[in-house]
T-cell receptor, first 113, second 116 residues
Framework: GNSVTQMEGPVTLSEEAFLTINCTYT??????LFWYVQYPGEGLQLLLK?????DKGSNKGFEATYRKETTSFHLEKGSVQVSDSAVYFC????????????FGQGTRLTINP | NAGVTQTPKFRVLKTGQSMTLLCAQD?????MYWYRQDPGMGLRLIHY???????AKGEVPDGYNVSRLKKQNFLLGLESAAPSQTSVYFC???????????????FGPGTRLTVL
C-alpha cells in the first residue's frame, strides 16, 4: 500500500538557519504530494503541493520538489523564523476519486531566537 | 465563512460511554473525512464520504460509525468508547474536481477526546 516516511524529529534550529525536512514515499502510480503544517493548538493547513514529477511547490519561503526517481519530496527553507515553529506533515493523495490522504508521522520543528 | 468547524473541542468519556462528534463545513464541499492523530503516527483516516448519503471505511474504522445525512455535516460516532480511542480527531473537507487528486483538504481545529 501507499506510505510516507518523514525524518524523525524533533528538529531544533536557530533563527535564520537553513531547514531541510526529508520525506520519501511509496506509492503505485503517480500520486500528488503535499506538505501540511500544524501550528500549536490548531488544525492542519496546506503549506504547498506538487502534482507531477519535477513540479516544485512553494509558499511562505518554503519549497519542495517532486522527485520521482528518488520518490522524495523534501521540504526546504533558506532562513527560518521563530514563527515557523510547528509540526510539519508530508502526505500523498491516492489516485482514487476519493482523494484520500496518507500522512507521514510528522516532524516537530522548533526555532530558537 | 467559518470553514470547517468541529464540536465539541474537548471531551472526557468513561469506558463504554457513547458520543457523537459533529463536523460542519460551509464551503459546499462534496468530500468529507474523519482522521485521528496519535503521537508519532501522523493522521490516520477513519471514515470518509464522497457525497451526501454516502460513507466508506478508511484505514482504522473499527469502533466508529459515521453518517452524512446533510451535505454540510459529517458525524462521527463512538458507540462504546475504549481507552484506545483516546486521541485528537480532525475533520476535513475537499471540493470535487472531476476526479483529480490535487484538491486541497481543509481541516477543522480538532476535538481532543480522552477515554478513561
Amino acid at each position: 500500500g501507499n506510505s510516507v516516511t518523514q525524518m524523525e524529529g524533533p528538529v531544533t534550529l536557530s533563527e535564520e538557519a537553513f531547514l531541510t525536512i526529508n520525506c520519501t514515499y511509496t506509492a503505485t502510480g503517480y500520486p500528488s504530494l503535499f506538505w501540511y503544517v500544524q501550528y500549536p493548538g490548531e488544525g492542519l493547513q496546506l503549506l504547498l503541493k506538487a502534482t507531477k514529477a519535477d513540479d516544485k511547490g512553494s509558499n511562505k519561503g518554503f519549497e519542495a520538489t517532486y522527485r520521482k526517481e528518488t520518490t522524495s519530496f523534501h521540504l526546504e527553507k533558506g532562513s527560518v523564523q521563530v514563527s515557523d515553529s510547528a509540526v510539519y506533515f508530508c502526505a500523498l493523495s491516492d489516485q482514487t476519486g476519493a482523494q484520500k490522504l496518507v500522512f507521514g508521522q510528522g516532524t516537530r520543528l522548533t526555532i530558537n531566537p | 465563512n467559518a470553514g470547517v468547524t468541529q464540536t465539541p473541542k474537548f471531551r472526557v468519556l468513561k469506558t463504554g460511554q457513547s458520543m457523537t462528534l459533529l463536523c460542519a463545513q460551509d464551503m459546499n464541499h462534496e468530500y468529507m473525512y474523519w482522521y485521528r492523530q496519535d503521537p508519532g503516527m501522523g493522521l490516520r483516516l477513519i471514515h470518509y464520504s464522497v457525497g451526501e448519503g454516502t460513507t466508506a471505511k478508511g484505514e482504522v474504522p473499527d469502533g466508529y460509525n459515521v453518517s452524512r445525512l446533510k451535505k454540510q455535516n459529517f458525524l462521527l460516532g463512538l458507540e462504546s468508547a475504549a481507552p484506545s480511542q483516546t486521541s485528537v480527531y480532525f475533520c476535513a473537507s475537499s471540493p470535487h474536481s472531476g476526479g483529480t487528486s490535487t484538491d486541497t483538504q481543509y481541516f477543522g481545529p480538532g476535538t481532543r477526546l480522552t477515554v478513561l
